[in-house]
T-cell receptor
Framework: SQTIHQWPATLVQPVGSPLSLECTVEGTSNPNLYWYRQAAGRGLQLLFY??????ISSEVPQNLSASRPQDRQFILSSKKLLLSDSGFYLC???????????FGNGTRLTVT | AQTVTQSQPEMSVQEAETVTLSCTYD???????LFWYKQPPSRQMILVIRQEAYKQQNATENRFSVNFQKAAKSFSLKISDSQLGDTAMYFCAFTPMNRDDKIIFGKGTRLHILP
């Protein structure tokens, strides 16, 4: 079965600092990968999704970028964080032969 | 554009009661999947139930069942004999049958089960 590793679990960063959140997947190959952001008590906002290595679709123009250097690795980055980047970030995947999403445990990011 | 709408931002019910969460969607696709996800206070996203649009029979998972009305584009979730552990945010989601199409979520319904 698919397993998603997402780290760190919690992160506090100052405004203007860089960001790198990593997500890796086990138990499947050629997964579709997603980054979502969730504000406190709110819904899921799709940030990026990828159907293959180097293929990234951006859903919302913003301060963030994503990369997929390997089949089962998805990285969310920022060169300079803004206060509005605070939130709960979730990585998700659906692998070969599956339709539903599996989620990581999330990263709580606080920008101060 | 495909959309998913959950019209109930928040609901509260007594323990052991039955509760129904509403979801409507808009699509021109004929074949697709629908899901209900649960997000408890731990914020872990958990798949509750899945429905294939080509199946007329409503999906059931223990105390959770759906009422899928394809013509009306409605996909409600019924929780029977509700338990305190059912307290969570519930998200309805849609995806076309092509795996490379993104999954679209509604804004969620926050459900409180009261003792």
């Amino acid at each position: 079965s698919q397993t998603i590793h997402q780290w760190p679990a919690t992160l506090v960063q100052p405004v203007g600092s860089p960001l790198s959140l990593e997500c890796t997947v086990e138990g499947t190959s050629n997964p579709n990968l997603y980054w979502y952001r969730q504000a406190a008590g709110r819904g899921l906002q799709l940030l990026f999704y990828s159907v293959g290595i180097g293929q990234i679709s951006s859903e919302v123009p913003q301060n963030l970028s994503a990369s997929r250097p390997q089949d089962r690795q998805f990285i969310l980055s920022s060169k300079k964080l803004l206060l509005s980047d605070s939130g709960f970030y979730l990585c998700a995947c659906n692998g070969q032969g599956t339709t539903s999403l599996h989620f990581g445990n999330g990263t709580r990011l606080t920008v101060t | 554009a495909q959309t998913v709408t959950q019209s109930q931002p928040e609901m509260s019910v007594q323990e052991a009661e039955t509760v129904t969460l509403s979801c409507t969607y808009d699509t021109s696709e004929n074949n697709y999947y629908l899901f209900w996800y649960k997000q408890p206070p731990s914020r872990q996203m958990i798949l509750v139930i899945r429905q294939e649009a080509y199946k007329q029979q409503n999906a059931t998972e223990n105390r959770f069942s759906v009422n899928f009305q394809k013509a009306a584009k409605s996909f409600s979730l019924k929780i029977s004999d509700s338990q305190l552990g059912d307290t969570a945010m519930y998200f309805c989601a849609f995806t076309p049958m092509n795996r490379d199409d993104k999954i679209i979520f509604g804004k969620g319904t926050r459900l409180h089960i009261l003792p």
